[in-house]
């Protein structure tokens, strides 16, 4: 067995999740992360859901314990109407089927949680290093050397780019950087958060929460999310997805700035006067605080052929690879299932390796393409899901009469009773990195590392 030099980075989702699977299996590597945030700031903010499959990633990593008690478990998702008529209630997820609810949770929660596993062990195995950022990636046929902003060089057998949408390394990566840019989609999230007892007289009927709300457009909103993120189901997030001119995206800047925009625009699309969305959706704006106000535009980029270069040593997961609009609530969870593939394969790719021998040999291009192909065709799925989601929280797409949301309200009775949510819903959850990753390393090769 030889004892690879591994670089990661960024210390996000993907490269925290990556270095963990790795260190678990590749005892004898030496693991850097390098990560552009100080340490005092390691993570973002806001609320992530986490599906079955994500969780079952987690689970694996020794965490999903830990981090259930702190967020909101839930099956369902109620939909309704802008006044808070039933529609329908949509089974997420559930133990019985799946063996996880859907987790609601503050992103910083699962960071840390991942965070703390990496401090476990020894720096000689797994170390982060603050305050680096990357300028540029080269490969040669014997190593990979990376640059850093603060003119610092170091090199490794391989590198994981882990660094996010607006990725580095895929610049250093693909043959037209250009056509691999992230691109503005028209759609911004936006919301902050509120506690049950300011709003839970408004929720008439008394729906079980999280609710999902669609209206005729007003403005550019359709839609309107309320989501408990907390155990005990008293603080909620609250968000809407809106449509923004591309135009705007130099305006950004006021957003950024001020909370109190963030709030107006809220207030605007949904409370102006002869605004038909019910009281439940206007209380909860015009009471909450103005500095829980969040935003994110979203954008997208191309996914590239492969997943790894030429020399196959340096390789791209989450959303470095294949960043997604939060539509579906998908992106963390494929940076989890990347890792965990990501980490049989390579652990199977260095245990066959004899010492002294190199990661750029035929068989690990091999088992490299066999898990960049599957991976994917698993991001085609999935961004087709996420697409049908962006779309159905657009009023542009001819709701502005009561006629065509009418179709739209429909169009969402009958995705569910055609079965079509529920065939969408087991080809997420029921994903299972371990047994995926068996079809093209082979099982015994998999228990061998365990
Ligand atoms: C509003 C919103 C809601 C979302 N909701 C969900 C959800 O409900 N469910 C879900 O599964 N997903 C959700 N996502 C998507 C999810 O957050 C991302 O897919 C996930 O965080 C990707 O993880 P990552 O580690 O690949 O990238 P990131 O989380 O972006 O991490 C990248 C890391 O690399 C670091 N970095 C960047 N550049 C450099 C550099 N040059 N040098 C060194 N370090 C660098 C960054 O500081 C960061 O720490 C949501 C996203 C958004 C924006």
Redesign the pocket.
Known sequence: MSSPKIII?????????LSLFLTRLLPTASIKI????PSTH???S??????PN?LRVLDRLGIYKSISPQGYNFDNLTLLNHQLDFLASIPIAGVSEFEYQSL?IE?RIVHSALLGKVMEYDTSRVEIIYD????SVQETDKEVTVK??NGVSTTGDILIA????????RKSFVKDPKDFDPKYTGQI?LGGNISKSQIQQFNINNNPYPLMMFGPETSTGANFMVWPYNNSGDQFTF?TTLSKPEEEKDGWKEYTDSKETLKSVMQETFCTEGSPWGEMVKKTIELSDVDTY?F?P?YLHSIPEKFFSEKARIIM?????H????S?????????E?AETLAYSLATIFNTLEVGFDINTPHSQDILSKWSNHRIGRMTTIQEMNKRMSDMRKGSSGSTSGVMFTVKVWAIWLLGLLGVLGRTRRAINNYDARKEAAVWLGEGAIAALE
Request: net charge neutral; hydrophobic share 35%; proline share 5%.
């Open positions: 980075i960024g210390s996000g989702l993907s490269g925290l999740s390098y990560e552009v945030r390691p993570s973002t806001g609320t992530i859901n986490l599906t994500a609601r992103r680096s950022k990357c300028e850093f902003t882990c660094d996010g949408i607006h990725s580095t390394v999230s968000f969040r994110w979203f997961i989450g959303d470095a690879a960043a997604m609009p939060p579906g609530g998908q992106g963390a969870a494929m940076a989890f990347d």
